[in-house]
């Protein structure tokens, strides 16, 4: 590795945010019950939701939760894909210490035997069960969501899940396709159902047995929608008339994009409705109806997921659990709908690796329920007069996803795990992530607003793999041995800035002084990322002022 800047610069920067964070956990009170915890994980959600501020979107449960919770409105993912983001904040370790960029290793052989988030939980008394997509299933979980480390019980998963990317949706010519946009009939699907429909059954199963349990439970419950393809109860494209339905409002390929940040988003040219586009690789564009009609299925499958998570809570309510459970609502990463000319997550923009985040405590983000008073009444979206909710409290502070771990453990009253050593492969238990508990403890942070802490301070860090310069067939998704080129960047509350990197996927080495190409982005003037100023002198300057 070169002795260069680049290294001193990134050490330098992860040091200061250890420096910046105060970490011990919230004031537990051993005779108290310990809190319940219920980690709702959502696939592929971008925070087009009504919490935040997105006018179109009806979320109404989501947005109840949000009153009572509190809510990051800048929150970030370590890679923008599925099995790297999960298994990073699942673990509570960066992609570059867990060592899975792509979907084909298992970290407990591959990188380290690190402890999980449920690990944990169940080491200390909690019945902890999955329900649907929670660890990306295949190897990068070892086939088994990683039981029997992380579970009490074996994973559920929906039996209706195979028929996903089959063809069950019903096209213009009457036929059934394996399509991208796949509003369904219900009764008409195969089983007469959907995956998280099912998943919110079982989660809802489960809540009741744990009245008659001893012990506080862990329930991990991962919605797949609105991850591709959009197949949803067709009612609920009727909340998204195609003509309200704008496009995204920067949908050209920057001009100053560098080659090596653009991912030319394959997977959804798969989908038969999409083949019959005849779209250019790799830049497209999609005629401009069918983004209208992408982005309408996108919302109108938060819709339904928003019907699920307003299911599930209100079940919780029913059974007198709201007082005595922490309810953690996140998505592994976003996806562009369009921005950039870009329809998938693979990038390090902030539409794929912002995120939702929000955390409800009994008795701290919102008052303790009275016995009988509902906190999460169902809300029906389709309900004509649905009033905005106010959303409740809101950090502004740059945060990451690799704070669930710590966040979740200091919340629960248990024992925080130290950081973690550099390089940290030998030890099971350790955190690479900022606790956010400070973060709750508001009468303090009324009392003396210097533990807030400077938001200039806060940084979230993302990284994405590339096997080549320009885009080509496995830009999006290079499997470990091809990659070539890591890109990382680091959002501040002011810029994003990312440099692409010569990385050596057998020795795992990234060399800084080998740079293919460079970000900047000023949050302010530029904040949907459209103005690479890299290299110009106001970016030099910016650059300059980083160096040690
Ligand atoms: C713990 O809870 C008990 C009973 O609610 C209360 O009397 C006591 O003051 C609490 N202690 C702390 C340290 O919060
Ligand atoms: C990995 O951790 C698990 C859970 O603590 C433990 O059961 C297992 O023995 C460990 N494996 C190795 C190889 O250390
Ligand atoms: C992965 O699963 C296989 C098959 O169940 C099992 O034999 C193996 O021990 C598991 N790996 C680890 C590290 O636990
Ligand atoms: C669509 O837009 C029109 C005009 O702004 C508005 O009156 C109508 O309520 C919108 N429909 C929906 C379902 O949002
Ligand atoms: C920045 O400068 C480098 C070196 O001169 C050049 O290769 C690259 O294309 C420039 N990038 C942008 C975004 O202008
Ligand atoms: C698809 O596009 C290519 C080039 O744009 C064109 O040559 C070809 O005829 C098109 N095919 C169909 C089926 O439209
Ligand atoms: C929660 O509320 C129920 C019903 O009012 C009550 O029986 C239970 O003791 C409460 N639990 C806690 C931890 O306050
Ligand atoms: C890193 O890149 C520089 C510039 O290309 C090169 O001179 C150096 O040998 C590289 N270091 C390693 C360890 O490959």
Same mark, same amino acid.
């Given at each position: 590795?070169?002795?260069? /800047? *680049?290294?001193?610069?990134?050490?330098?920067?992860?040091?200061?945010?250890?420096?910046?964070?105060?970490?011990?956990?919230?004031?537990?009170?051993?005779?108290? =019950?310990?809190?319940?915890?219920?980690?709702?994980?959502?696939?592929?959600?971008?925070?087009?939701?009504?919490?935040?501020?997105?006018? %179109? &979107?009806?979320?109404?449960?989501?947005?109840?939760?949000?009153?009572?919770?509190?809510? +990051?409105?800048?929150?970030?993912?370590?890679?923008?894909?599925?099995?790297?983001?999960?298994?990073?904040?699942?673990?509570?370790?960066?992609?570059?210490?867990?060592?899975?960029?792509?979907?084909?290793?298992?970290?407990?052989?591959?990188?380290?035997?690190?402890?999980?988030?449920?690990?944990?939980?169940?080491?200390?008394?909690?019945?902890?069960?999955?329900?649907?997509?929670?660890?990306?299933?295949?190897?990068?979980?070892?086939?088994?969501?990683?039981?029997?480390?992380?579970?009490?019980?074996?994973?559920?998963?929906?039996?209706?899940?195979?028929?996903?990317?089959?063809?069950?949706?019903?096209?213009?010519?009457?036929?059934?396709? =394996?399509?991208?946009?796949?509003?369904?009939?219900?009764?008409?699907?195969?089983?007469?159902?959907?995956?998280?429909?099912?998943?919110?059954?079982?989660?809802?199963?489960?809540?009741?047995?744990?009245?008659?349990?001893?012990?506080?439970?862990?329930?991990?419950?991962?919605?797949?929608?609105?991850?591709?393809?959009?197949?949803?109860?067709?009612?609920?494209?009727?909340?998204?008339?195609?003509?309200?339905?704008?496009?995204?409002?920067?949908?050209?390929?920057?001009?100053?994009?560098?080659?090596? =940040?653009?991912?030319?988003?394959?997977?959804?040219?798969?989908?038969?409705?999409?083949?019959?586009?005849?779209?250019?690789?790799?830049?497209? #564009?999609?005629?401009?109806?069918?983004?209208?009609?992408?982005?309408?299925?996108?919302?109108?499958?938060?819709?339904?997921?928003?019907?699920?998570?307003?299911?599930?809570?209100?079940?919780?309510?029913?059974?007198?659990?709201?007082?005595?459970?922490?309810?953690?609502?996140?998505?592994? !990463?976003?996806?562009?709908?369009?921005? !950039?000319?870009? *329809?998938?997550?693979?990038?390090? +923009?902030?539409?794929?690796?912002?995120?939702?985040?929000?955390?409800?405590?009994?008795?701290?983000?919102?008052?303790?329920?009275? =016995?009988?008073?509902?906190?999460?009444?169902?809300?029906? #979206?389709?309900?004509?007069?649905?009033?905005?909710?106010?959303?409740?409290?809101?950090?502004?502070?740059?945060?990451?996803?690799?704070?669930?771990?710590?966040?979740?453990?200091?919340?629960?009253?248990?024992?925080?795990?130290?950081?973690?050593?550099?390089?940290?492969?030998?030890?099971?238990?350790?955190?690479?992530?900022?606790?956010?508990?400070? !973060?709750?403890?508001?009468?303090?942070?009324?009392?003396?607003?210097?533990?807030? /802490?400077?938001?200039?301070?806060?940084?979230?860090?993302?990284?994405?793999?590339?096997?080549?310069?320009? #885009?080509?067939?496995?830009?999006?998704?290079?499997?470990?041995?091809?990659?070539?080129?890591? /890109?990382?960047? &680091?959002?501040? &509350?002011?810029?994003?800035?990312?440099?692409?990197?010569?990385?050596?996927?057998?020795?795992? %080495?990234?060399?800084?002084?080998?740079?293919?190409? /460079?970000?900047?982005?000023?949050?302010?003037?530029?904040?949907?990322?459209? !103005?690479?100023?890299?290299?110009?002198?106001?970016?030099?300057?910016? %650059?300059?002022?980083?160096?040690?």
């Amino acid at each position: 590795m070169p002795p260069a /800047g *680049w290294c001193l610069l990134w050490l330098g920067l992860v040091l200061a945010s250890v420096c910046a964070s105060l970490e011990s956990a919230a004031p537990s009170n051993s005779t108290t =019950a310990p809190l319940n915890v219920l980690l709702i994980i959502v696939d592929d959600l971008r925070p087009s939701l009504g919490c935040y501020g997105d006018k %179109l &979107i009806r979320s109404p449960n989501i947005d109840q939760l949000a009153s009572h919770s509190l809510l +990051f409105q800048n929150a970030f993912a370590q890679q923008a894909v599925c099995a790297p983001s999960r298994v990073s904040f699942l673990t509570g370790r960066r992609p570059d210490t867990t060592r899975l960029y792509d979907f084909n290793s298992y970290w407990r052989v591959h990188a380290g035997n690190f402890s999980t988030i449920p690990q944990y939980f169940k080491e200390n008394g909690y019945v902890t069960m999955s329900v649907g997509k929670v660890f990306h299933p295949g190897i990068s979980s070892n086939y088994s969501d990683d039981s029997p480390y992380s579970w009490s019980i074996p994973p559920y998963h929906p039996s209706s899940e195979k028929y996903e990317n089959t063809k069950t949706c019903r096209g213009p010519d009457g036929e059934l396709h =394996a399509n991208l946009l796949c509003p369904v009939d219900v009764a008409d699907v195969p089983e007469g159902t959907l995956p998280d429909k099912q998943s919110t059954e079982q989660a809802i199963r489960l809540l009741e047995k744990t009245k008659t349990s001893a012990h506080p439970f862990f329930l991990a419950v991962g919605y797949h929608k609105p991850h591709i393809p959009f197949r949803y109860p067709k009612e609920f494209q009727k909340l998204y008339p195609l003509e309200n339905i704008t496009l995204a409002p920067d949908p050209q390929v920057p001009a100053g994009l560098p080659p090596v =940040a653009y991912n030319p988003w394959m997977d959804i040219r798969q989908r038969e409705d999409v083949q019959a586009l005849n779209l250019s690789v790799p830049y497209g #564009p999609i005629p401009v109806d069918f983004q209208r009609k992408i982005r309408q299925s996108y919302f109108a499958s938060i819709s339904y997921l928003d019907t699920q998570v307003g299911h599930l809570l209100s079940a919780l309510d029913d059974l007198q659990l709201a007082n005595s459970t922490i309810i953690a609502f996140v998505s592994d !990463h976003g996806w562009a709908l369009g921005e !950039h000319g870009e *329809w998938a997550k693979y990038s390090n +923009f902030d539409v794929t690796t912002r995120v939702p985040l929000m955390f409800y405590v009994p008795g701290r983000t919102a008052p303790l329920p009275e =016995a009988g008073e509902k906190l999460f009444p169902y809300i029906d #979206p389709f309900d004509s007069v649905l009033e905005r909710m106010e959303p409740g409290r809101q950090v502004m502070d740059l945060v990451e996803l690799l704070s669930l771990s710590p966040t979740l453990v200091g919340l629960a009253g248990l024992h925080v795990p130290p950081r973690c050593p550099v390089p940290s492969f030998h030890v099971e238990l350790c955190r690479e992530g900022q606790s956010l508990v400070k !973060h709750f403890r508001f009468q303090d942070l009324e009392d003396d607003p210097s533990l807030r /802490g400077n938001p200039r301070e806060s940084i979230a860090y993302s990284q994405y793999p590339r096997p080549a310069d320009s #885009p080509q067939w496995n830009s999006d998704k290079p499997s470990l041995k091809d990659i070539k080129i890591m /890109g990382y960047s &680091i959002r501040t &509350i002011d810029y994003r800035y990312t440099v692409w990197v010569d990385f050596n996927p057998h020795e795992f %080495l990234a060399n800084f002084s080998d740079v293919h190409a /460079g970000e900047l982005y000023f949050v302010d003037s530029d904040p949907l990322q459209d !103005h690479n100023m890299y290299n110009d002198s106001q970016g030099r300057d910016l %650059l300059r002022s980083l160096m040690p």
